[in-house]
């Protein structure tokens, strides 16, 4: 088994299979999956750990523009208490693409509740700065026979409108 300790990375190529990894990801934002533009991904039976404590964007996994991608049984712990609203905590983000599959796979999240950004034009999945899986924009996507439980870590007592979404379709 691949053990991956505080290292994120993106991937743009086609036709790949990630299994039996392990990612221990405490370090200050970023993506530790990265997925833009590809198709045919597999990330199949991987283990994220990922602890934040940073004010900066952050995300477990991240589909950006792909295509028949599939995170299968996969394993995702996720812990962040940042209140800033200024920036981005999802564990799955998916944008565009089509044909994607979320399946079998056990998510646990604790996030912050947060404001809306209710500045920026609906659908868009960025007016909820929280979620558990935020999908935008992807024909086709599939979420099927996940496990998707989300508390709140914390909470900023000067919130107008305190949000926490589980899962966001936008």
């Known amino acids: 088994m691949l053990i991956i300790n505080n290292i994120g990375f993106t991937l743009k190529a086609n036709d790949l ?10 370090v200050s934002g970023g993506s530790v999956i990265s997925l833009e533009g590809t198709s045919n991904v597999i990330i199949d039976n991987v283990t994220i750990d990922y602890k934040t404590s940073s004010d900066s964007n952050s995300y477990a996994v991240d589909l950006i523009n792909s295509n028949n991608v599939q995170l299968l049984n996969n394993n995702i712990r996720y812990f962040t208490n940042v209140t800033n609203t ?15 599959l979320v399946r079998g796979n056990k998510i646990n999240a604790f996030l912050p509740l947060k404001d809306c950004d209710f500045s920026i034009p609906f659908p868009n999945t960025d007016i909820d700065l929280v979620a558990g899986v935020a999908v935008q924009s992807s024909n086709g996507f599939k979420f099927l026979n996940n496990e998707l439980n989300v508390s709140v870590s914390a909470r900023d007592s000067n919130l107008f409108y305190p949000t926490l979404d589980s899962f966001f379709n936008g």
Request: overall charge positive.
């Open 17 to 26: 299979t990630l299994k039996n990894a392990v990612f221990n990801y405490d």
């Open 86 to 100: 200024n920036v981005y905590n999802y564990v799955i983000k998916v944008v565009g693409g089509s044909n994607n």
